[in-house]
């Protein structure tokens, strides 16, 4: 099984997938509507990884990082 954030663009980088599947964040859906600190305070997640995931998010209709 992979420990990788599988729903998560790519240009989020391996490194902040599997970060944000570390804690149990393993859907895109899952942090939609989430703050940018809240995600940059993970381990891992920077914010190229954050500008990739707002890219994605914002393709889906999803709601926006705060």
Do not use: C, N, W, Y
Request: no cysteine.
């Amino acid at each position: 099984m992979h420990d990788e954030g599988v729903d998560f663009p790519r240009a989020a980088g391996r490194p902040a997938r599997r970060a944000l599947a570390a804690v149990g964040l393993r859907e895109l859906a899952q942090v939609a509507g989430r703050s940018r600190a809240e995600l940059l305070a993970i381990h891992g997640v920077g914010p190229r990884a954050l500008d990739a995931i707002e890219a994605a998010l914002a393709e889906r209709g999803l709601r926006p990082l705060t």
